[in-house]
């Protein structure tokens, strides 16, 4: 995973809000401050070097010698029918794709991440969702974690 941890603290966030935009982006460069910013400090190969994304090994992890056990059922058609967020024929497809061990490119890659990661979500927080039990009389917030809810507390 890839952090930017600095970037996420409020006084960040707050004080350059204030900026005006074209110290943003200017034109169709990103990051403009930072990178005039960077010029100061930084070497030129690093200041200017073009954004290199981070791209997960998401065929690897989930297409591998050791699947994870969920992963066939979720992607199932019938599970992807009674989701109703993908075309189970199109998810079919791609599957055997992977599992042929044919190279893919990172459009492919990337629908995967999507198609499990919505299957996922569907399968935890609308199929399997239990509701807490109401609030009591004392208590203004309920704060309840997995294995309360698994235990319908």
């Not at 995973?1 to 169709?28: A, T």
């Not at 044919?102 to 990661?117: Q, R």
Request: aromatic residues 10%.
């Amino acid at each position: 995973m890839e952090g930017r941890f600095p970037f996420l603290d409020y006084r960040v966030v707050e004080f350059c809000s204030r900026f005006p935009s074209d110290l943003k982006l200017r034109g169709l460069t990103e990051k403009y401050l930072l990178k005039k910013l960077g010029e100061r400090w930084l070497p030129e190969e690093i200041w200017q070097r073009p954004k290199r994304p981070y791209r997960a090994p998401i065929r690897r992890s989930f297409f591998s010698e050791s699947p994870p056990d969920y992963l066939h059922e979720l992607l199932s058609p019938g599970q992807l029918k009674a989701t109703g967020w993908f075309n189970p024929s199109a998810v079919t497809r791609l599957v055997r794709k992977l599992e042929s061990g044919a190279a893919i490119g990172e459009t492919d890659d990337m629908a995967l991440a999507g198609i499990i990661s919505t299957q996922l979500l569907h399968h935890q927080f609308v199929t399997n969702f239990k509701m807490p039990a109401p609030l009591g009389a004392s208590e203004d917030v309920k704060v309840c974690v997995g294995r309360d809810l698994e235990a319908g507390i």
